[in-house]
C-alpha cells in the first residue's frame, strides 16, 4: 500500500478547465492498477462517494467542492503491435491525453486519431463521453479496454460492445466501471501519409481555435436534443443543434452574470472571464435554459457533467 496515496483536503479549482469550484476532501492520483485498486479500496473501508477526474475539461465543480474520494489517475503508458500491413493497435492508459495519444500515434507511422486534435481531455474522459468531432466518434476506433469495477475493485478486458456507445454516452456513465486503459484500431501510414496527417491535425486545430474559445470553459455546457425531445419545438425547425436555438435568441458574446458569460464565438460555450464561481455559472446555465424554453419549448440539459452539488441545480 503507497501510504501517500490519498490526500486530504485538496482544491480543484487549479485541475478543471471552467478554474472553478470548492476542494475534494480526499484526492489519489494513482500510478497503476493496484493503486487505483487501493484507492477504491479506502473508499470502501471509509464509506466515501467516488468521482474519477480526467483533465477537468468537460465538468463543472460545485463551489462546496466533493465530499469524497476524487480519483485523477495517472495511467499514462502507451504502446502499439502491430496488427498486419495496414493496421496497428494502440494502447493508452487512462490518463494519457488525447493530444499525446495523437501525437504518440503520428511519431509512430499511425494515424486516424487525428481528427480529434485540439480537442482537450484525457483517454478515460473521452471514452466516457464518446468523444465526437464532426462524423468522428471515438467510438469507431475502440477495440478492448481495461476497466475497473468499483463495487468489488475486479479488473476485466471489455470489448466495443460493452460500451453501449452512443451520442455522449458510455456504459461508464452509471459510474460503476472506470477506464484504466483502452486500446484503439488505427492505420498504418507510409511518411508521406503522416506528413497529409499532420496537415490535416493543423488545419482542425486551426479551425477549432477560430471557432471555439481554448481556455475556461467546458466546451459545449448542453448537449444537443434527442430526436424525441424536438418532436414538442414550436417552430417546425426539429434541429438537435442547442447551439442553432441558443445563436436565434442572440445570447452569443452578451448573456452575462458576474465574470460568467456566453462566448463571444459559440452560444453553446459558457467561459469563466476572470472570477467566475460555480454558482455563476450555475445561473447564467439557469438562465440559457429559459430563454430557449420560453421561445422554443424545448429545455437543454447539460453535456457538462455537474459534480458536487447536493441538488441538481438546473432544470428538468
Ligand atoms: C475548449 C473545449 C472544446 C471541447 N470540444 C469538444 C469536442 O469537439 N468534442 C467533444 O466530444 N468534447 C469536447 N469537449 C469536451 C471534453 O473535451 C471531452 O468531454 C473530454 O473527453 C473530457 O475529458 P477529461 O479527461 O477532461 O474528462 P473530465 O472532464 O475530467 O471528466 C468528464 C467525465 O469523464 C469521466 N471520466 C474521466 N476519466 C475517467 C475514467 N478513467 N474512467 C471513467 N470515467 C472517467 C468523469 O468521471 C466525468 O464524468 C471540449 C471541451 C473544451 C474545454
Known sequence: MNINLIENNISLA???WFKTGGSARY????????????????????NVAIFVLGSGANILISDEGFDGLVIRPALNELSYTIIDENNAFVTAGAGVTMDQLIEYCL???LGGLEEFSGIPGTVGGS??????????????FLVTATVIDSANNSVHTVDNAWFNFG?????LHAETYYLIDATFKVKRLFPLDVAFARGRRTEIMRHRFNRYPTSHTCG??????LPAEIVHEKTGVKLPYVAYYLDKIGVKGSLRIGDAAVSHQHANMIVNKGSATSTQIIELAQKMQDLVHNEFNLLPQPECRLIGFKE?????
Open 14 to 16: 487549479d485541475k478543471n
Open 27 to 46: 484526492f489519489a492520483q494513482p500510478r497503476t492498477q493496484q493503486e487505483f485498486q487501493q484507492a477504491l479500496q479506502f473508499t470502501h473501508e471509509h
Open 107 to 109: 511519431s509512430h507511422q
Open 127 to 140: 471514452v466516457y463521453i464518446n468523444l465526437h468531432y464532426f462524423q468522428f466518434l471515438l467510438s469507431q
Open 167 to 171: 451520442y455522449d454516452y458510455s456504459t
Open 220 to 225: 459545449s455546457f448542453f448537449r444537443n436534443f
Open 312 to 316: 441538481y441545480p438546473l432544470k428538468k
